[in-house]
């Protein structure tokens, strides 16, 4: 009998497909026309507030060019599990792909892709060193920098993964067009999730074990641009792993702390923080219920952000020190944050359903 724990599931009972424009969540929010499919759906991707891609476990991408209002199939690769997305621009793009032996139906092979052509079209992406089985995160930062008189951007790229094992970390450092990879199973046991502050400074959210019986959260740092890994938080408990990360600025960041204990008495749920760039980690209370699973998260500033979740999500004002339930969607494993023309900002929160909420400058 197979008996692996699928992390980052949702059953099947506690899906439900969206189905068009309905202003049946929270005030504000407002869910968005998506392909109906039987399952979180894992990354969205916007460049700016009217472009941008989401994609599913079937192997489906998907564009809009109207803020998500409405949206236009570009790939359809039954057997590829899209699993995290990540733009430089409207042409320049990358799709990570979870990897068999893990997902039922994933066949997949290659565990990355890039696009020219904003999505049109996709080609692997050749990666020199240690082999990459999948990819559960993309990072993308981008730094200025003065060039021939001219100010230009530097465009570093990570990909990591993944949920279950292996732990690797491809990395390019010309935008994309060449890429090396590094075994990082001496470091964590997975990698869920990737963030650079800069160009030295960056974080991988990990597990300490791949058996989830037995694993505790990690998170890891780095300050020489990934050189050298330094786990700066552990949690305490068995069947835990940090999930998603969320960096309203350099020293203030959130991350889910995800459980999967069965034991009902160990409902307490935790998200940690750091206060000081992510060199020291605390645990904040999150909820106490044993049927919450946290997912995704983001943060609009310092003190406000969501967090999505089964059976949904919740909200704070005050960084943390307290939580609201919110119908943002349910199982949300992304939040992306897009700035609004004129000011103000556009939350996108994706997982079963896609909901959008417009914020105020």
């Known amino acids: 009998m197979d008996r692996r724990v699928f992390l980052g599931t949702v059953g099947a009972a506690a899906v439900l497909p969206a189905t068009g424009w309905a202003q049946d969540a929270a005030p504000g929010w ?26 599913n476990g079937a192997g489906k991408l998907f564009r809009t060019t109207d803020g998500g209002q409405t949206w236009t199939q570009q790939m359809d690769r039954p057997g590829t599990f899209v699993r995290a997305l990540g733009f430089i621009d409207e042409k320049r793009g990358f799709l990570g792909n979870i990897g068999p032996d893990y997902f039922p139906n994933v066949s997949d092979t290659t565990p990355l892709y890039r696009t020219r052509d904003g999505g049109e079209s996709w080609e692997p992406v050749v990666i020199d060193g240690p082999p990459v089985k999948g990819i559960c995160a993309i990072d993308i930062l981008k730094t200025p920098f003065i060039n021939a008189g001219v100010l230009d951007h530097r465009v570093t790229v990570r990909a990591g993964g993944r949920v279950g094992t292996p732990a690797a970390l491809a990395t390019s450092r010309d935008g994309g067009e060449t890429w090396t990879s590094e075994d990082m199973t001496a470091h964590t046991a997975m990698i869920l999730d990737i963030h650079f502050v800069s160009e030295r400074v960056g974080f991988i959210a990990g597990a300490s074990d791949g058996d989830v019986q037995v ?27 940090t999930w998603k990360m969320a960096w309203p600025s350099a020293n203030v960041g959130y991350v889910t702390v995800q459980s999967y204990n069965p034991d009902p008495a160990a409902s307490q749920r935790f998200v940690a923080k750091t206060t000081d760039g992510g060199r020291t980690w605390s645990e904040l209370p999150f909820v106490d219920n044993a049927a919450v699973r946290e997912f995704g998260i983001g943060f609009v500033s310092e003190t406000r952000g969501w967090v999505g979740a089964v059976p949904n999500g919740y909200e704070t004002t005050d960084g943390g020190a307290s939580w609201a339930p919110v119908r943002m969607g349910n199982a949300v494993n992304k939040v992306r944050i897009v700035p609004l023309p004129g000011g103000g900002h556009a939350v996108f929160a994706i997982g079963v359903e896609l909901h959008r909420l417009d914020l105020p400058a």
């Open 215 to 241: 694993s505790k959260a990690v998170i890891l740092r780095t300050d020489d641009g990934g050189r050298s890994w330094t786990r700066v938080y552990e949690g305490t408990r068995p069947w835990e792993l």
């Open 30 to 55: 407002v869910k968005l026309p998506t392909e109906p499919y039987r399952g979180k759906q894992d990354d969205i991707s916007f460049v700016d507030a009217l472009t941008g891609w989401y994609g």
